[in-house]
């Protein structure tokens, strides 16, 4: 499997069976991240100290204020002990449902990469890394309602962030709207959809539901009017249309979520978007903001949608893979990537490869290539349909 890596697709990581003996030698590494986290607030937010959407881009960036670093916490990779997630004093149906996943305790796991010029291959074994350290010191927080900026790899654990800590905290009310969860693809939204909903398994009463472009916009207006979700996962343009409508009521929102928050805010149409729907919510809420990748220019911007967050920068800029992360590269000329790729492929043993391009035009000659080659394989990129993008992913 493969995709094209570009802003409407997500990427995220994809997990397999343990590598062979062969493979294992080449690429293997233990990886044991646990984490933690730590300390609350109150939580009120002003319109006049958002962002000024009519600026430029860079006027934005630059004329936002610092607000000061004296708060912010840089993490490293320093093991710590665990007793696991009971420490947290979470729901009794939280715990079963974690436990039910085989989350009980901090667990280890290995990760695997291979790089060829453009294309990149991910081995992965599953990570299972809930009950990281990043965890650790962020849910006792978040789940007394402090504001988190939290910026950390791929793989430790952020969306158990978010999920664990606002189910932790919701009492449902009937037709009342209390979680609004952004992000930028539609794939990752359904992606956080089903977290939420894998958590809230011994939670019945409690209703999530998913909403993003390329379905008709009246299939999610008659799935609200049927039943209004408690928890609400989607991308901003979408959210945005059907609030403008008033079809999605935002007025009883507790907490508001963005996942991968700087490609949101990144873009001035998105970022445009995200602080409309910010401004139909209450002032008094929770507001938490996750990302792989945050650059300093842009966490003043994300400030300003808060008050006095607890900010954690996992290891900041110092490294940009995740600790434990083997990579390998070969440096190649264009004539020569798809024979190298196509021995890569001949000699090492896998399950599920995933090779990121950066064109569709190139991602549908790859896969195309890939095919005749004897490898089965199938493409998702940006030119399709999310009908078609649905039935692959």
């Known amino acids: ?45 002003y319109e006049e100290d958002l962002v000024d959407y009519e600026e430029e881009v860079e006027n934005v960036i630059d004329g936002a204020p610092t607000n000061g670093s004296s708060d912010v916490v840089k993490k490293g990779y320093v093991g710590i002990h665990s007793s696991g997630f009971r420490d947290f004093l979470l729901k009794p149906e939280l715990l079963r449902a974690i436990q039910d996943c085989g989350f009980e305790h901090p667990s280890e796991g290995k990760i695997y990469f291979c790089s060829c010029a453009n294309y990149a291959l991910y081995y992965h074994i599953s990570l299972g890394c809930i009950g990281t350290k990043l965890q650790h010191e962020c849910i006792p927080q978040a789940i007394l309602g402090m504001d988190v900026i ?7 654990g952020k969306t158990a962030v978010f999920v664990l800590s606002t189910l932790q905290q919701i009492d449902p009310v009937a037709g009342q709207v209390a979680a609004l969860v952004l992000c930028h693809t539609r794939e ?22 998913v909403f993003y472009g390329g379905v008709h916009i009246k299939n999610h207006k008659d799935l609200l009017k049927n039943e209004c979700p408690h928890i609400v996962v989607g991308t901003p343009g979408r959210i945005l ?14 907490h508001f979520i963005l996942d991968e928050c700087d490609k949101m805010l990144e873009s001035l149409d998105m970022r445009r978007d995200v602080q409309e729907i910010f401004k139909m919510t209450p002032h008094d809420k929770q507001v938490m903001m996750f990302s792989a990748t945050l650059s300093k220019e842009i966490r003043p911007v994300c400030k300003r949608f808060m008050q006095d967050p607890m900010e954690i920068y996992v290891d900041d800029e110092a490294k940009l893979t995740l600790h434990g992360l083997v990579q390998h590269y070969i440096k190649l000329s264009e004539a020569e990537k798809n024979r190298k790729l ?10 599920q490869v995933v090779i990121f391009v950066k064109s569709v035009s190139r991602a549908a000659e790859l896969n195309k290539l890939l095919c005749e080659c004897n490898f089965p394989s199938i493409c998702i990129h940006s030119g399709m349909t999310q009908e078609e993008r649905s039935v692959i992913y």
């Open 1 to 45: 499997m493969w995709a094209n890596r570009e802003a409407e697709d997500g990427g995220n990581g994809h997990s397999i069976p343990p590598r062979t003996d062969r493979f294992t030698s080449l690429f293997s590494r233990d990886l044991d991240s646990r984490a933690s986290m730590g300390e609350a607030k109150d939580n009120e937010v």
């Open 150 to 156: 939290c910026q950390a790899k791929s793989g430790m």
């Open 188 to 209: 990752l939204a359904y992606q956080i959809c089903h977290e939420f909903e894998r958590f809230s398994k011994y939670l019945p009463e409690l209703r999530v539901a």
């Open 241 to 254: 249309a059907l609030a403008r409508d008033k079809d999605l009521p935002l007025k009883n929102v507790r």
């Open 342 to 351: 196509n021995d890569l492929l001949d000699a090492l043993d896998f399950n």
